[in-house]
Every structure is written in structure tokens, then in C-alpha cells.
């Protein structure tokens, strides 16, 4: 059992917020120091391993704050609606009319505040027949993509260079590794809708193409690490607004 006084340190220095949950967990780990107690390093582990929704019940994004790399600070609750815990975007089908024939609705902690902080997320795929959702990575998340019309075919690549495809049907699952490339196209003759869902309220994207052709990232340099030749990555640098 905990003593008495270490109980009492700990109550009094119960966390309000995040940072104050973290400043906790530094506190739990002095006393592990202190007083040598391994029954206490079980508690401890059990701290760290909680989410954030263990110290708080909720931290609706405060879309008036800027953005941090741990997501947007707090709304105050005297302000936070019912609202700020609905999303209706994703009734609406996105316009696919585009060089990539294909949209994303998402509803990340910008668009949801209600998400914020709570490791979920999601977004609708809509893509016209041949539309593509290009290779891309999402560094702070996991993704699962549920099909609900159409034909799509989905994959992604691991670290090891190992291929996972699949076409997909309605009613189907997939899920993509956090970090991981992966892509997904609609087959041909086919309009496709799909649903997918993240492991945190801003999973973060990187498109591949862009990263390489949309920049001002020197023709040169992309030549030298992609084994491509100077007209094709021209090319493409017009066709995605690259320049140099």
C-alpha cells in the first residue's frame, strides 16, 4: 500500500490540464527515487500509459489559438457546445472534379473540435471512376478505410518494400500501418465512396508527388535522387505548380 504521505503528495498535486499531467508523471517519478518502491513504479506505468481523456473529459479545440504539434489548446467549457461534438461534412460528397478525379472530406481537430485530443478521426473518400487518392503517408496515425460504394483498390508498402494490395468491396476493411505509403483508386467503371478513420485527431498528410514536384525543391536535386530525367520532372513540376 501507498503511505499515507506519499498519498497526500500525490492529491495535491492532482493534473488540471496536460501540462500539468506531465509535470505529474515527473513528480510520481521523484518519489519513485526517494523512496525505492517498486509497487509504485506499477501506478506510475499506469499513468503514462493514459490518455488524455483520463485527466480531462474532453479538450474541445480552441480554433482561435494557434496549432501545436500536440494539437490546439483547450476551449474554455463555459464555451463548449454540443456542436463543437457533431460533424455533418461528411453527408455531402466532395468534388471530384480535379487532376486526380477524386476528394477528401475531412473531419481532423479543424473541422471537429470535438476530436481534439481524443486520437480519432475521420474523412470521406470520393472518387469518380479512375479517381486516385496518390501515395502518401500520414505520420501521426493509423488508418482504417471502410468501402461503402464502388470498386476500390488500396495498398500500401512497408519498410521492408513488401507489397499489400487488395481490391476492395462494398462492406470492406483495410487498414494502413501509421507511416506507412499507401494509396487507394477507384476502379474503372466505377464511382467510389469510402470512409476512412485515424487514429488521431490530426493524423498529418504527405502527399509523395508533392513533396517532389510541387516545391521549388531544384530540378537537379530530384533528378539525382529519383533517377528520373530533366524533361519528366519538368513535366510534372508543371503539371503539380513546381518550380526551379
Known amino acids: 500500500l501507498i503511505s499515507l504521505s506519499i498519498y497526500t503528495h500525490i492529491q495535491t498535486n492532482l493534473p488540471c ?3 500539468s499531467h506531465n509535470k505529474f508523471l515527473l513528480i510520481l517519478a521523484k518519489i519513485f527515487l526517494k523512496k525505492k518502491m517498486f509497487k509504485f513504479l506499477f ?3 499506469i499513468l503514462i500509459l493514459s490518455s488524455d481523456a483520463a485527466v480531462q473529459d474532453f479538450c474541445v479545440a480552441d480554433l482561435k489559438a494557434p496549432e501545436s504539434p500536440s494539437g490546439y489548446s483547450c476551449k474554455s467549457v463555459t464555451n463548449v457546445t454540443v456542436d463543437d461534438f457533431v460533424f455533418s461534412g461528411l453527408s455531402t460528397a466532395g468534388n471530384t472534379a480535379s487532376i486526380i478525379n477524386a476528394a477528401v472530406t475531412p473531419a481532423f481537430a479543424a473541422q471537429f473540435p470535438g476530436v481534439n485530443g481524443l486520437g480519432i478521426s475521420a474523412a470521406r473518400l470520393d472518387l469518380a471512376a479512375g479517381g486516385v487518392i496518390p501515395f502518401h ?3 501521426g496515425a493509423s488508418e482504417i478505410l471502410l468501402v461503402v460504394q464502388g470498386s476500390i483498390t488500396a495498398g500500401f508498402v512497408s519498410s521492408a518494400n513488401s507489397v499489400y494490395l487488395k481490391t476492395l468491396k462494398k ?3 483495410m487498414v494502413f500501418p501509421q507511416g ?3 494509396f487507394q483508386v477507384s476502379d474503372a467503371g466505377y464511382t467510389s465512396v469510402g470512409y476512412v478513420f485515424f487514429s488521431s485527431s490530426n493524423p498529418g ?3 509523395t508527388d508533392f513533396a517532389l ?3 521549388d525543391l531544384p530540378t537537379k536535386l530530384v533528378g539525382a535522387t529519383t533517377f528520373l530525367d530533366e524533361a519528366t520532372i ?3 513540376k508543371g503539371v503539380l505548380g513546381g518550380t526551379n
Open 17 to 19: 490540464s496536460q501540462t
Open 43 to 45: 501506478l506510475f506505468s
Open 137 to 139: 503517408t500520414h505520420p
Open 171 to 173: 462492406g470492406d476493411l
Open 180 to 182: 506507412l505509403l499507401h
Open 205 to 207: 498528410l504527405q502527399i
Open 213 to 215: 514536384f510541387a516545391n
Open 234 to 236: 519538368k513535366k510534372l
